[in-house]
């Protein structure tokens, strides 16, 4: 099956300076890549996402990026704010079924 | 739209009792899916549906877990008898497609089991 490994596991970060996620995947069929923000006592909840035939997509202050040939990909979050103080987690579907798998996730902490 | 109904929000049982996990997708979407979160572990499917009909199982942890979803707005997911292990958040999302559409995440059941 996939296996999602996802770095840092913790991230802090001043107020206004960016924020850098990475995950690699194991499958090279993957295809689809979500990531999602975890807000404590909520759901996860999608942010951004990008299929294999895209390299890069942007949404206002996030964006992910995806090398396929290394079988990576990244999320940016530009000048950050108190409110992107999350867990984040990356995940990978394959083609050939349609569940997801998960990295570990990431604890942002944005300083003021 | 009110999103994922999960309920109960937090459940305390004891050990060998049954537990049983409720969940309303959101209306229109015809996929389903289970998932436990824990701190050794993290985020895990259990199993999805599509068009009420189970596709994939191979997440249950073992024979104690059971999961049903006799219409397209009622799932549920069942531990029959439950072990302190279990102890974990349960969450219930939809999809308005199976494959790469966005999974909308209900709010969770904290589940202890003591």
């Known amino acids: 099956g996939e296996n999602v490994e996802q770095h840092p596991s913790t991230l802090s970060v001043q107020e206004g300076d960016s924020a850098v996620i990475k995950c690699t995947y194991s499958d090279s069929a993957s295809n689809y890549f979500p990531w999602y923000k975890q807000e404590l006592g909520k759901g996860p909840q999608l942010i951004i996402d990008i299929r294999s035939n895209v390299g890069e997509k942007k949404d206002q202050r996030i964006a992910v990026t995806l090398n396929k040939t290394a079988k990576h990909f990244s999320l940016h979050i530009t000048e950050t704010q108190p409110e992107d103080s999350a867990v984040y987690f990356c995940?990978?579907?394959?083609?050939?079924?349609?569940?997801?798998?998960f990295g570990a996730g990431t604890t942002v902490t944005v300083r003021a | 739209d009110a999103g994922v109904i999960q309920s109960p929000r937090h459940e305390v049982t004891e050990m060998g009792q049954e537990v049983t996990l409720r969940c309303k997708p959101i209306s229109g979407h015809n996929s389903l899916f289970w998932y436990r979160q824990t701190m050794m572990r993290g985020l895990e499917l259990l199993i999805y549906?599509?068009?009420?009909?189970?596709?994939?199982d191979s997440g249950m942890p073992e024979d104690r877990f059971s999961a049903k979803m006799p219409n397209a707005s009622f799932s549920t997911l069942k531990i029959q008898p439950s072990e302190p292990r279990d102890s974990a958040v349960y969450f219930c999302a939809s999809s308005f497609l199976i494959g790469y559409n966005e999974q909308f995440f209900g709010p969770g059941t904290r589940l202890t089991v003591l």
């Open positions: 995940a990978a579907m394959g083609s050939n079924d349609y569940k997801l798998s």
């Open positions: 549906f599509n068009n009420n009909v189970p596709i994939d």
